[in-house]
T-cell receptor, first 112, second 113 residues
Framework: DAGVTQTPRHEVAEKGQTIILKCEPV?????LFWYRQTKIQGLELLSY????????DGGAFKDRFKAEMLNSSFSTLKIQPTEPKDSAVYLC??????????FGPGTRLTVL | QQQVRQSPQSLTVWEGETAILNCSYE??????FPWYQQFPGEGPALLIS?????DKKEDGRFTIFFNKREKKLSLHITDSQPGDSATYFC????????????FGEGTQVTVIS
């Protein structure tokens, strides 16, 4: 079975740009999570979907971050407009309800 | 507010030694505790997990010790190998239907030969 797929693996953006990160969860998984990972803050939850419904939107990230689940096998994370402080690794994970989360390889975003 | 804390931040051990990673939590409703292992350039991967009804879980060279009363747990890596060099995250989840995990800050382990 294919694991969680994330594209692109690396993204470089200018300040003020709009970027869209993509995630394909493991087939059949109900839960999908977006995280931001930095050395200082660690793993921070951005959004949590169950069966395409938004369960949690990560509070502090509402402003410029918007995750969507267009169908059960595809999700996007839009950052608009980007700022240098958004430079981080963005991780997508999926799981069956009540079971372990499987993580993708992440997208490393650099905002200049 | 950090609900799951890990220590130390980094740890260096010699090959063959036992590495001990600590984790503590605040929310008494947490009842499931997975540990994730992450190598550079990869996403975290589940290493071993424990439920609060148990006080010990073993899987090969990896063992979790859990103390519910003190809200503490630890991950022991015995006979450490250079390939164990990675960052380890302790996480916690409540009972109920939410799949949300709360992660600690991570411990970076380096095993030198």
């Amino acid at each position: 079975d294919a694991g969680v797929t994330q594209t692109p693996r690396h993204e470089v953006a200018e300040k003020g740009q709009t970027i869209i990160l993509k995630c394909e969860p493991v087939s059949g998984h109900n839960d999908l999570f977006w995280y931001r990972q930095t050395k200082i803050q660690g793993l921070e939850l951005l959004s949590y979907f169950r069966s395409k419904s938004l369960m949690e939107d990560g509070g502090a990230f509402k402003d410029r971050f918007k995750a969507e689940m267009l169908n059960s096998s595809f999700s996007t994370l839009k950052i608009q407009p980007t700022e240098p402080k958004d430079s981080a690794v963005y991780l997508c994970a999926s799981s069956l309800v009540g079971y372990e989360q499987y993580f993708g390889p992440g997208t490393r975003l650099t905002v200049l | 507010q950090q609900q799951v804390r890990q220590s130390p931040q980094s740890l260096t051990v010699w090959e063959g030694e036992t590495a001990i990673l600590n984790c503590s939590y605040e929310d008494s409703t947490f009842n499931y505790f997975p540990w994730y292992q992450q190598f550079p350039g990869e996403g975290p991967a589940l290493l071993i997990s424990i439920r609060s009804v148990s006080d010990k879980k073993e899987d090969g060279r990896f063992t979790i010790f859990f103390n519910k009363r003190e809200k503490k747990l630890s991950l022991h890596i015995t006979d450490s190998q250079p390939g164990d060099s990675a960052t380890y995250f302790c996480a916690a989840r409540t009972g109920g239907l939410s799949g949300k995990l709360t992660f600690g800050e991570g411990t970076q382990v380096t095993v030198i030969s």
